[in-house]
């Protein structure tokens, strides 16, 4: 059964940056497309990145919702079955739960505990 552990957030100041870590236990984590996902109080979760199974390496691709575009990337580890979410000029808007998951929906598995990304002055 594939665990999802999400670590790296924590309250930082508009303009900061975080990195985002996604740990999955089991095999299988290269075939599936990678998602990292967020849900602000009062409102749905939401995609706002995305990663092929070849990551950045030629041939694969990555995409980001407009909101995010320009500040955040995503990456992937195959080796180590971790993907991250490198975020800089953080605006309070980011403000949500973080999770990873299969970038498909009818291929997720159970959600991870999230990490909490606040951001405030």
């Known amino acids: 059964q594939v665990q999802l552990v999400e670590s790296g957030g924590g309250l930082v100041q508009p303009g900061g940056s975080l990195r985002l870590s996604c740990a999955a236990s089991?095999?299988?984590?290269?075939?599936?497309?990678m998602g990292w996902y967020r849900q602000a109080p009062g409102k749905q979760r939401e995609l706002v990145a995305g990663?092929?199974?070849?990551?950045?390496?030629?041939?694969?691709?990555?995409n980001y919702a407009d909101s995010v575009k320009g500040r955040f990337t995503i990456s992937r580890d195959n080796a180590r079955n971790t993907v991250y979410l490198q975020m800089n000029n953080l605006k309070p808007e980011d403000t949500a739960v973080y999770y990873c998951?299969?970038?498909?929906?009818?291929?997720?598995?159970?959600w991870g505990q999230g990490t909490q990304v606040t951001v405030s002055s």
């Open positions: 089991g095999s299988g984590f290269s075939i599936y497309a």
């Open positions: 990663i092929s199974t070849a990551g950045i390496s030629p041939g694969g691709n990555t």
């Open positions: 998951n299969r970038a498909t929906e009818r291929l997720w598995v159970r």
